[in-house]
């Protein structure tokens, strides 16, 4: 399943040890993400469902107050903020051990959610969409997961294109990598952004071939859960689609992802076991 060298990253000051998978849930703040928008969009919903996750085995708790959808419109700031800080509060009041990732692109937000405890910060624009990002990162010494985005999500799916698409993420992420170095940040982990302009074509190209990826010598985190390259393929809708994100899952851990982000806590957890026992 994952057979290179251990890599470990520094989380509030445990090092957290990559040669076993882990698994990050998505805990959505939003009334409009695409699978589960509005489910937990109110504190005593988010803290129910993130002990469930817990309670599954979830290694890392990742937090998204903003919809980054394809098409979806940007919040501002403030909104961001209040309907970030007050259930992240509550939560790690309530879950203390636990280490939360905050999903977001604004420096501010990551500042503010990063004074309160959160662990890491989780960027689908590694930090293009805020100059001050690697800076406010690097200065908190939090690992920084950096997602390629071609675009913004309100345009990046109108018309992705690549001439290469493999090379051009090794190319991005080698470049982000010394960025991040550079601000600071010790620990950064990559994600080739499935569904984050490309289409789906794309999409299994990057997984087709996500070892490739070992070269940057970085722990990858992959997040394909109940995304369209799966419910579009198999014609059916995000409900249906935990069967093949399990499959995605698996794939992508013979490949040697890290982390798998995911709705399904249980089941991804599943996916890690099983394959553990081929070893």
Known sequence: ??????????????????????????????????FDGG????????????EKMI????????IGTSSSKPGAKEISEDEELNRLLPTLERILKEFPGIFFSIDTFRSNVAEKALDRGAALINDIS????????????GKHKVPFIAMHMQGTPSSMQLNPTYKNIIGEL??????KIKEAHSAGINDIIIDPGFGFGKTIPHNYEILKK??????????????VSRKSMIFKKLGID???ALNGTSVLNTVALSKKAQILRVHDVKEA???????????
């Open 170 to 175: 090794i190319y991005f992420f080698s470049e």
């Open 269 to 279: 957890k599943e996916c890690v076991y099983l394959l553990e026992a081929l070893q």
């Open 39 to 50: 489910k937990y969009n109110n504190e005593d919903a988010a803290l129910k469902q993130c």
């Open 55 to 62: 309670s599954e085995g979830a290694d890392f708790v990742d």
């Open 1 to 34: 399943m994952n057979t290179t060298q251990a890599i470990n990253i520094n989380c509030k000051g445990t090092l957290v040890d990559l040669s076993k998978p882990k698994i990050m849930g998505i805990l959505n703040l939003t009334p409009d993400s695409f």
């Open 238 to 240: 995000a409900s249906l």
């Open 210 to 223: 996500l070892e490739t990826f070992q070269s940057l010598n970085t722990p990858i985190l992959i997040g």
């Open 126 to 137: 590694a930090g293009n969409l805020d100059p001050k990002m690697l800076e406010t990162v």
